[in-house]
C-alpha cells in the first residue's frame, strides 16, 4: 500500500519570494513521483515527474524537486514565484502500472 | 497528438436524477482510463479504472457505476444522485506503466 502527505494545506508567501511545497510517502516498493498542478475549475497539469536517474527534476514553469529516498520526500520548489503560480498543487505516487494515489494537495497563495 | 475531451463542463441536478458524464480520448489507443473525484476542500478520490472494453475496476462503493463501451470512451453514471455526489469529476488517460496521467478539464457536478 502507499500513500502520499502533503504536509501544508495552504501556503501564502509574497511574489518573487521562495517557496516549498512539501510532500512526503510511504510505500513498501519502488515508486514513482509526480506533481501535478490546477488552477481554478480546470483539470490537473503536470508539472514534473521523477522516474529514475537523477534525483532533482525540473519541470515547467520554473519548478523543481528533489527526490529523497532515505527521507522519503519530493518536495516542490521554486525560488521566485508569481501571482500566475497561484493555485493547488498535488504531489502523487503511482502504483500497479499508472494508478495514481494524490495527497490532499496544497493551495498556494502569491500575495503581490 | 493525444487529447481527452470531457463534458460537460458543469452541471447541476437534482437529488434522485440518473447521471451520465462522458470522457473521450484521441490520438492513442487502449488507454488506462480514469475517474477521479474531488471533493470540495479534499485532494482527489479515485473512483474507477479501466484497462480495456467493458472491463471496469471499482475503487470505492458508492452510488456510481462506470461503462467503457468503446476502446476510447468512458462514461460516469448514476441512476439516482444524491446530494453527497456533489464535487468535481475529472477524466483521465494513462499512456503506459509508471508513466503520468493526462487529465480532462473537468465536470462540476452540484446535486440540488
Keep these: 500500500a502507499q500513500s502520499v502527505t502533503q504536509l501544508d494545506s495552504q501556503v501564502p508567501v509574497f511574489e518573487e519570494a521562495p517557496v516549498e511545497l512539501r510532500c512526503n510517502y510511504s510505500s513498501s516498493v519502488s515508486v514513482y513521483l509526480f506533481w501535478y498542478v490546477q488552477y481554478p475549475n480546470q483539470g490537473l497539469q503536470l508539472l514534473l515527474k521523477y522516474l529514475s536517474g537523477s534525483t532533482l527534476v525540473k519541470g515547467i514553469n520554473g519548478f523543481e524537486a528533489e527526490f529523497n529516498k532515505s527521507q522519503t520526500s519530493f518536495h516542490l520548489r521554486k525560488p521566485s514565484v508569481h501571482i500566475s503560480d497561484t493555485a493547488e498543487y498535488f504531489c502523487a505516487v503511482s502504483r500497479a502500472g499508472n494508478m495514481l494515489t494524490f495527497g490532499g494537495g496544497t493551495r498556494l497563495m502569491v500575495k503581490p | ?112
Design chain 2, 1 to 112: 497528438s493525444q487529447t481527452i475531451h470531457q463534458w460537460p463542463a458543469t452541471l447541476v441536478q437534482p437529488v434522485g436524477s440518473p447521471l451520465s458524464l462522458e470522457c473521450t480520448v484521441e490520438g492513442t489507443s487502449n488507454p488506462n482510463l480514469y475517474w477521479y473525484r474531488q471533493a470540495a476542500g479534499r485532494g482527489l478520490q479515485l473512483l474507477f479504472y479501466s484497462v480495456g472494453i467493458g472491463q471496469i475496476s471499482s475503487e470505492v462503493p458508492q452510488n456510481l457505476s462506470a461503462s467503457r463501451p468503446q476502446d476510447r470512451q468512458f462514461i460516469l453514471s448514476s441512476k439516482k444522485l444524491l446530494l453527497s455526489d456533489s464535487g468535481f469529476y475529472l477524466c483521465a488517460w494513462g499512456g503506459g506503466p509508471n508513466t503520468e496521467a493526462f487529465f480532462g478539464q473537468g465536470t462540476r457536478l452540484t446535486v440540488v
